[in-house]
């Protein structure tokens, strides 16, 4: 049953998106145009507080707010998509229209407290729809500042941050006047939060889009005729950013055996030159590591070792830090935890493989299908086409920032794939206008 606070935050949120919806397209966008003025002038000070609150480098934290102003930037060309538009008939004219669903729901991690509220809200308020953006408690301060930005030129109500702790507010899921999740989450999360949206349904609550970007264990696949210098610098950035917590981090590199001992030297060069220290330092790659990825790292590698992995580069925990970290593993080892499941700490694992098709089978080993990155020459693009993922990048690093190849997953990664969040937050409206036959 909702509480109070829930009633009053999705009557509030009802009451504004009867009046976004009435804005025309153009107008929504003008208006998201403002706000990416406002979330760049607070730009300074969600970095400063991103950096204390979340433990981000100071330059992940520009990252993050650099990604998030593209995207704003982007919107209006992504926006073309859902511009109506006529369509054949065989009779008369039919229009095709886009409609918002109302007010939607935001499950946002704690990984990303900058770019993912931007892109869920930006995208829902120009659809036509209100939000309602629950931040992880971890990062409550960042993204509300980013929260407090986007919501100025929305009419009151519009865009409304949950302040709850995670029971009430996912009380919300189910709430017969939220019509939309978008849910940021470990793969975890979203079976559960799924299967408390099955039990609503099957007491009578209404049927509503469950949007999930879950979470990844993406491979990084090194073939034989790839650069091994250029291929270990993309791999040891995508793999160690943000201390490895990001779902389309590379956590599975897979490299043909030809070319290991060459990639190998590489990528433990660019893993040893990675600087761990204090986050607000500019130099600054990954800073202290605690919690429970700490704790998950430390079984994860003890595991590894135990069934025969060799450290390649790293050394595990050392002090507050958990240094980056690679380990080579067996192929009798496919079922640890490091290669099984996704990492989300600075741990990584290395299998090789006996030619492309033998990569290509390792990478598509696992039910989570996020994104892929390929590196390589003649087999590259065949491998690119075999590998089970909805994102998949060619010799580009695996967290290439654009705001047009976005992210999304299948199988244990989500539902949707790679589709504009935007797309996602309306529906398809076909009117039809009679007139005279054939």
């Not at 990252?63 to 859902?82: K, Q």
């Not at 499950?107 to 931040?135: D, E, F, K, M, Y």
């Not at 408690?137 to 702790?165: F, H």
Request: contains cysteine; negative net charge.
């Amino acid at each position: 049953m909702a509480s109070a606070e829930s009633s009053l935050l999705v009557a509030r949120a009802t009451q504004a998106q009867a009046a976004v919806q009435a804005l025309p397209l153009d107008e929504r966008l003008e208006r998201a145009g403002r706000t990416r003025q406002a979330l760049e002038a607070a730009g300074p000070a969600v970095v400063d507080e991103a950096v204390r609150e979340c433990a981000q480098t100071v330059r992940f934290a520009r990252r993050e707010l650099a990604s998030a102003l593209d995207f704003l930037t982007a919107l209006p060309a992504l926006a073309e998509a859902i511009r109506p538009r006529p369509v054949p008939a065989v009779s008369g004219t039919t229009e095709l229209e886009w409609a918002p669903y109302g007010v939607v729901l935001g499950w946002h991690a704690a990984n990303s407290p900058i770019w993912v509220p931007t892109v869920v809200a930006a995208s829902a308020l120009v659809g036509g729809n209100a939000v309602l953006a629950r931040p992880s408690r971890r990062t409550r301060a960042t993204s509300g500042m980013v929260l407090r930005a986007l919501a100025g030129p929305w009419p009151d109500g519009a865009l409304q941050m949950v302040a709850m702790d995670p029971e009430e507010a996912e009380a919300l899921l189910v709430h017969e006047d939220v019509h939309a999740v978008v849910a940021h989450a470990s793969t975890t999360t979203v079976k559960r939060q799924i299967a408390r949206l099955a039990a609503a349904y099957g007491e009578g609550a209404p049927l509503r889009p469950y949007i999930a970007e879950a979470s990844g264990n993406d491979p990084a696949v090194v073939l034989a005729d790839a650069d091994p210098a250029a291929a270990a610098r993309a791999v040891a950035v995508g793999a160690f950013t943000n201390a490895g917590q990001l779902c389309m981090a590379a956590k599975r590199i897979i490299v043909e055996r030809e070319v290991w001992e060459a990639f190998r030297a590489h990528l433990v060069r660019e893993v040893e030159r990675l600087v761990l220290g204090d986050p607000r330092r500019e130099e600054t790659d990954v800073g202290p590591f605690s919690g429970p990825g700490a704790g998950w790292a430390r079984t994860a590698l003890a595991e590894a070792l135990a069934l025969g992995g060799e450290v390649v580069a790293g050394e595990g925990e050392r002090g507050p830090f958990f240094t980056p970290t690679v380990v080579l593993l067996p192929r009798e080892a496919s079922d640890t935890l490091l290669w099984r499941e996704e990492s989300f700490a600075p741990l990584r694992g290395v299998m090789l493989a006996d030619g492309p098709e033998d990569a290509l089978a390792l990478a598509n080993d696992s039910p989570f299908a996020l994104g892929a990155a390929v590196f390589g020459d003649a087999a590259a693009e065949r491998v690119a086409a075999g590998v089970r993922a909805a994102r998949v990048l060619v010799n580009e690093g695996p967290l290439y920032a654009d705001p047009y190849l976005v992210v999304g997953g299948v199988g244990d990664s989500g539902f949707g794939g790679a589709r504009p969040k935007l797309e996602q937050l309306v529906y398809a409206r076909r009117v039809h206008r009679g007139g005279p036959g054939p």
